[in-house]
Each structure stands twice: as structure tokens, then as C-alpha cells.
């Protein structure tokens, strides 16, 4: 069974940081492509940065400069920096990837639970 885990979540001031962090467990082949998606309170869930097996990186154009996606793929695990946070990124932030398992030559895609994020003085 592949899980993510997410961790790192709580309560910052606007102007701070966290990191956010998200572990595939499980007997796993590879991991493809890994992305941050958010979800505030009575909105739909966008969208927040993206990163492929190579490296590439790509953003919502509402955290660009201030957010930076990142992974070890020794550890399984992507992270989230995010920096400079304002009100409005006040969410719960869910971990999505593409993993495949051995001897299956197609990727599954996996949701995290989720870490709540919440920006505020």
C-alpha cells in the first residue's frame, strides 16, 4: 500500500514562513511527477506548484517568487517552501503524485490527507 504523508502545517503570521513536507511510504518502483495543491475554505482546490522526475518546476502565478517546490528523491519526498505568506494563502495544502509500484508498468496517482496552513495574526 503507497501512502503520502503530509507535515508541517500550522499557524504563521503574515510575512512568515513553513515548510511543508510530503513522504511516499510503501514498496515503491518510482516516483513520477509530484505536486502541491491547495484548498481554502468554500473554494475549489487549485493548483499550487508542480515538479517532474527531472527537476522542472512550475507555479500558480499567485505564489510565484514566493514559493518554491523542491524533492529528494533519495527520501521519497517533496517539500514546499513557502515564504512571505499572506492571509490568503490560508489553506489545507494536499500532496498529489504519480507513483509506480513494482512490476506494473503504468503510474497511479495518490492523494495526501492533507496539512492545514493557516496565515493570520
Known amino acids: 500500500q503507497v501512502q503520502l504523508v503530509e507535515s508541517g502545517g500550522g499557524l504563521v503570521q503574515p510575512g512568515g514562513s513553513l515548510r511543508l513536507s510530503c513522504v511516499a511510504s510503501?514498496?515503491?518502483?518510482?516516483?513520477?511527477n509530484m505536486w502541491w495543491y491547495r484548498q481554502a475554505p468554500g473554494k475549489e482546490r487549485e493548483l499550487v506548484a508542480?515538479?517532474?522526475?527531472?527537476?522542472?518546476?512550475n507555479y500558480a502565478d499567485s505564489v510565484k517568487g514566493r514559493f518554491t517546490i523542491s524533492r529528494d528523491n533519495a527520501k521519497n519526498t517533496v517539500y514546499l517552501q513557502m515564504n512571505s505568506l499572506k492571509p490568503e494563502d490560508t489553506a489545507v495544502y494536499y500532496c498529489?503524485?504519480?507513483?509506480?509500484?513494482?512490476?506494473?508498468?503504468?503510474?497511479?496517482?495518490?492523494w495526501g490527507k492533507g496539512t492545514l496552513v493557516t496565515v493570520s495574526t
Open positions: 498529489n503524485s504519480d507513483i509506480r509500484r513494482p512490476g506494473s508498468n503504468r503510474s497511479v496517482n495518490y
Open positions: 510503501g514498496i515503491i518502483f518510482s516516483i513520477n
Open positions: 508542480a515538479i517532474t522526475s527531472g527537476g522542472n518546476t
